[in-house]
Every structure is written in C-alpha cells, then in structure tokens.
C-alpha cells in the first residue's frame, strides 16, 4: 500500500465523511490536515472546532486503510 494512498483515503474519509456528517449532525467542524510515517508508526494530523489533533498508530504498514480510519474513529 502506497503512502499517498493513505493520505488520501484518510483524508477524504476524515474531511468529507466524519466532519461533513458530524457539522451536521451536531455542529462540530474539522478537518485532515496530513500524516506522516515515523519509522514504523502513522502520524496522523486534524482539527476540530479549530484546534489541533494528532494521533499515533503503531505498526501502521499491518492495517489497510479503512482499518487505520477505523483506528482513528475510535481514539479521536
């Protein structure tokens, strides 16, 4: 799976699924910003409500795409 694959799923899973849905479901706005690849871990990057997000998935070449969306719906 490419990097740039990641990127993009997530962020148009993150921007234009979660937060399209969650602004209107409960007025919470926000968006992906980016990640990055730390030796083996994800770094992935978002705002919500204007501040700034971030999160680690260990391991992340182990899981599909949608598995680290997944990942990052439960912890965000």
Sequence with gaps: MKFKN???????????SWYKNAE???GI???FLDCEAVE???????EEMGEKQELI???????????IY?????MA
């Design 57 to 67: 998935i260990a391991d992340f070449t182990e899981y599909t795409p949608e598995q």
């Design 6 to 16: 990641i990127k993009n799923y997530l962020n148009e899973k993150i921007t234009n």
């Design 24 to 26: 209107i479901d409960y």
């Design 70 to 74: 997944n990942i990052w719906m439960e």
């Design 29 to 31: 706005t926000g968006k």
């Design 40 to 46: 083996n871990d994800l770094l992935i990057i978002w």
